[in-house]
């Protein structure tokens, strides 16, 4: 079995409410089984609910043991550990691994943070689980029983990492929280700091790096994909923020020949019945013209890899 279910799919921060019911409300956490493995992306709000559910049903044939892998470490990406179920239950190994930070602190002390007296009410070294942390940077992970990770950086302002995950024979990645590279040189003539030689420069290393992002998903069975933007917001006010369009991951997965693309990381401040209409325009733009199948995230479903 090779399967990736949506625990939560929410950008920015959690949307608890009648207008997120179908979609969902909580952030990013993604369950992902190879075989008995288990794989965690990222610890989101929706990893309470991942861990009431393994604490129900999995303690009963042992102690809980999981990888969990963390694309970055902003809030909304971090906040639920302190309500993962198993990191409270002895017995409990987990091993978390990371981007590197470009501060000073270590993945350790950033996830333990939280667990300090001045946010929640139990220490980090009072927690009954045993915890490894490893920080990530580019690389490739052979976890065993058929497993291999890899990673790349994604563009974020925060370093980000995609997760390339194979097994048996098949392959499913995630490229959020992410944004197109661009030329952030002048372009323009006009412009008093516009120079040809370094413009062509910016335009090229912008191209090679997205041509790397997608090198790295290409011909993935499944790729969840940030699309927390139209084109049209983006464009308007939201470049630099770090996160791709609908339209851009639609045509970079398209490109690369992806089968399946999940739309992900969906705005707070969109609700059920817009991302539905979207869904829908996005599906109905592309019927009979590809081969890729796309679908918006939505919490609690289950994707066969």
Not at 169 to 175: D, E, H, N, S
Not at 223 to 236: C, I
Not at 246 to 252: D, R, T
């Amino acid at each position: 079995m090779f399967s990736v279910k949506i625990w939560g799919d929410r950008g920015s921060m959690p949307v608890p409410g009648p207008d997120t019911v179908v979609f969902g409300g909580n952030t990013a956490c993604l369950e992902v089984r190879c075989g008995k493995r288990i794989i965690v992306l990222d610890a989101g709000s929706g990893i309470r609910g991942l861990g009431d559910w393994l604490a129900r049903n999995e303690l009963k044939n042992g102690p809980i043991r999981a990888d969990v892998f963390l694309t970055h470490t902003h809030w909304d990406h971090i906040m639920g550990f302190p309500m993962f179920t198993p990191i409270y239950i002895p017995g409990t190994v987990l091993t978390i691994r990371g981007p590197v930070n470009f501060e000073d602190e270590t993945l350790e002390q950033i996830i333990g943070n939280q667990l300090s007296y001045r946010y929640w009410p139990v220490r980090q070294d009072e927690l009954a689980a045993t915890i490894r942390y490893e920080s990530l940077k580019e690389t490739e992970l052979d976890l065993g029983d058929g497993i291999v990770v890899k990673t790349k950086y994604l563009n974020h302002p925060v370093l980000c990492l995609g997760y390339r995950i194979e097994y048996e024979g098949r392959a499913f990645a995630t490229a959020y929280d992410h944004e197109p590279f661009m030329n952030l040189f002048p372009t323009d003539p006009a412009h008093p700091d516009y120079d040809p030689a370094i413009a062509e420069e910016g335009d090229r290393a912008a191209r090679e790096e997205n041509e790397r992002i997608e090198a790295f998903y290409r011909g993935v069975d499944l790729l969840v994909h940030d699309t927390q933007y139209t084109a049209k917001e983006y464009r308007a006010n939201k470049v630099g923020w770090g996160h791709s369009s609908f339209e851009y991951a639609i045509n970079a997965a398209n490109r690369s020949a992806v089968k399946r693309l999940i739309l992900f990381h969906h705005d707070p401040n969109r609700g059920d019945t817009e991302l539905q209409e979207l869904e829908l325009f996005y599906q109905g733009k592309l019927r009979g013209r590809t081969g890729l199948s796309v679908e918006a995230s939505r919490e609690g479903t289950t994707y066969q890899v």
